[in-house]
Protein backbone atom coordinates (compact mmCIF):
# COMPACT_ATOMS: atom_id res chain seq x y z
CA UNK A 1 0.00 0.00 0.00
CA UNK A 2 2.98 2.37 0.66
CA UNK A 3 4.67 1.73 -2.55
CA UNK A 4 1.16 2.89 -4.45
CA UNK A 5 0.84 5.92 -2.33
CA UNK A 6 4.33 7.07 -3.83
CA UNK A 7 4.16 5.68 -7.31
CA UNK A 8 0.78 8.22 -7.09
CA UNK A 9 2.45 10.83 -5.61
CA UNK A 10 5.07 10.52 -8.43
CA UNK A 11 2.51 10.38 -11.20
CA UNK A 12 0.48 13.46 -9.61
CA UNK A 13 4.08 15.59 -9.53
CA UNK A 14 4.97 14.74 -12.82
CA UNK A 15 2.24 15.76 -14.31
CA UNK A 16 1.73 18.68 -12.38
CA UNK A 17 5.23 19.70 -13.28
CA UNK A 18 4.93 18.62 -17.14
CA UNK A 19 1.33 20.93 -17.77
CA UNK A 20 2.28 24.09 -19.30
CA UNK A 21 1.94 27.56 -17.30
CA UNK A 22 -1.55 29.25 -17.73
CA UNK A 23 -1.10 32.47 -20.29
CA UNK A 24 -4.75 33.04 -20.98
CA UNK A 25 -6.31 35.58 -19.27
CA UNK A 26 -9.92 36.81 -18.36
CA UNK A 27 -10.55 39.78 -20.61
CA UNK A 28 -12.52 42.51 -19.44
CA UNK A 29 -13.29 46.26 -19.71
CA UNK A 30 -12.48 48.15 -17.25
CA UNK A 31 -13.37 51.78 -18.39
CA UNK A 32 -14.99 53.13 -21.57
CA UNK A 33 -16.55 56.66 -21.70
CA UNK A 34 -17.66 58.51 -24.58
CA UNK A 35 -17.36 62.08 -25.45
CA UNK A 36 -18.38 63.88 -28.92
CA UNK A 37 -17.60 67.59 -30.04
CA UNK A 38 -19.43 68.57 -33.54
CA UNK A 39 -19.38 65.88 -35.78
CA UNK A 40 -16.80 63.68 -33.84
CA UNK A 41 -17.29 60.80 -31.12
CA UNK A 42 -14.22 60.13 -29.17
CA UNK A 43 -14.55 56.30 -27.23
CA UNK A 44 -11.67 55.97 -25.12
CA UNK A 45 -11.19 53.26 -22.34
CA UNK A 46 -9.08 50.53 -20.77
CA UNK A 47 -9.40 46.78 -20.91
CA UNK A 48 -7.63 44.54 -18.56
CA UNK A 49 -7.22 40.69 -17.87
CA UNK A 50 -5.56 40.42 -21.29
CA UNK A 51 -2.89 37.55 -20.25
CA UNK A 52 0.62 37.30 -22.83
CA UNK A 53 -1.51 38.85 -25.62
CA UNK A 54 0.95 41.24 -27.15
CA UNK A 55 -1.99 43.64 -29.00
CA UNK A 56 -5.93 43.96 -29.38
CA UNK A 57 -8.30 44.83 -32.01
CA UNK A 58 -10.58 47.17 -30.83
CA UNK A 59 -14.20 48.18 -33.19
CA UNK A 60 -16.08 51.15 -32.36
CA UNK A 61 -19.93 51.72 -33.64
CA UNK A 62 -22.54 54.04 -33.35
CA UNK A 63 -25.35 55.36 -34.65
CA UNK A 64 -25.15 58.99 -35.54
CA UNK A 65 -28.90 61.60 -36.41
CA UNK A 66 -30.18 64.85 -36.14
CA UNK A 67 -32.23 65.23 -33.22
CA UNK A 68 -34.83 68.40 -33.10
CA UNK A 69 -35.31 70.94 -29.74
CA UNK A 70 -38.01 68.37 -28.44
CA UNK A 71 -36.08 65.36 -28.76
CA UNK A 72 -37.37 64.03 -31.54
CA UNK A 73 -35.51 62.46 -35.10
CA UNK A 74 -37.64 64.07 -37.68
CA UNK A 75 -36.60 62.42 -40.62
CA UNK A 76 -35.26 59.38 -41.42
CA UNK A 77 -32.80 60.58 -44.24
CA UNK A 78 -30.34 61.98 -41.79
CA UNK A 79 -28.74 59.45 -39.23
CA UNK A 80 -26.30 56.61 -40.16
CA UNK A 81 -23.94 54.03 -39.09
CA UNK A 82 -20.30 54.58 -38.13
CA UNK A 83 -17.40 52.94 -37.35
CA UNK A 84 -13.88 53.12 -36.08
CA UNK A 85 -11.19 50.31 -35.48
CA UNK A 86 -7.61 50.33 -34.47
CA UNK A 87 -4.97 47.60 -33.02
CA UNK A 88 -3.41 48.30 -29.43
CA UNK A 89 -0.34 47.39 -27.21
CA UNK A 90 -1.10 44.92 -24.41
CA UNK A 91 1.24 45.86 -21.06
CA UNK A 92 1.21 43.56 -18.11
CA UNK A 93 -2.12 42.27 -19.74
CA UNK A 94 -3.68 45.62 -20.02
CA UNK A 95 -4.43 48.04 -23.15
CA UNK A 96 -5.80 51.13 -23.44
CA UNK A 97 -7.25 52.74 -26.53
CA UNK A 98 -9.15 55.82 -28.04
CA UNK A 99 -11.17 55.74 -31.09
CA UNK A 100 -12.81 58.73 -32.81
CA UNK A 101 -15.52 58.16 -35.16
CA UNK A 102 -16.92 61.27 -37.57
CA UNK A 103 -20.30 61.29 -38.96
CA UNK A 104 -20.93 62.22 -42.40
CA UNK A 105 -24.58 62.71 -42.69
CA UNK A 106 -26.43 64.41 -45.51
CA UNK A 107 -28.30 66.25 -45.06
CA UNK A 108 -26.09 67.72 -42.02
CA UNK A 109 -27.94 68.76 -38.85
CA UNK A 110 -28.67 72.60 -39.35
CA UNK A 111 -29.99 74.25 -36.00
CA UNK A 112 -31.71 73.99 -34.52
CA UNK A 113 -31.24 70.40 -34.62
CA UNK A 114 -28.15 68.72 -32.90
CA UNK A 115 -26.32 65.68 -33.52
CA UNK A 116 -26.98 63.25 -31.36
CA UNK A 117 -24.92 59.09 -30.91
CA UNK A 118 -26.69 56.20 -30.18
CA UNK A 119 -26.32 52.67 -29.83
CA UNK A 120 -22.38 53.25 -28.91
CA UNK A 121 -20.59 49.66 -28.76
CA UNK A 122 -17.05 49.10 -28.13
CA UNK A 123 -15.71 45.66 -29.17
CA UNK A 124 -12.24 44.07 -28.84
CA UNK A 125 -12.88 41.07 -31.68
CA UNK A 126 -9.43 39.64 -30.54
CA UNK A 127 -11.39 38.13 -27.60
CA UNK A 128 -14.82 38.31 -28.56
CA UNK A 129 -16.25 40.78 -26.16
CA UNK A 130 -17.88 43.95 -26.28
CA UNK A 131 -20.20 46.88 -24.15
CA UNK A 132 -21.62 50.11 -24.54
CA UNK A 133 -20.31 53.41 -23.66
Known amino acids: MRRFIVVLGALVAAVVLAAPPAS ?28 NESQVHIVVSAT ?13 ENKGSFSAD ?13 LTIVANISPPCSP ?17 ISTTA
Open 86 to 98: GTFPVQNGRANFS
Open 24 to 51: AGSPHFVTVSASSSGSSLTVSGKEAGLG
Open 64 to 76: ALCVNKGGHHPSA
Open 112 to 128: PMTLTWTNVTVTDTTNG
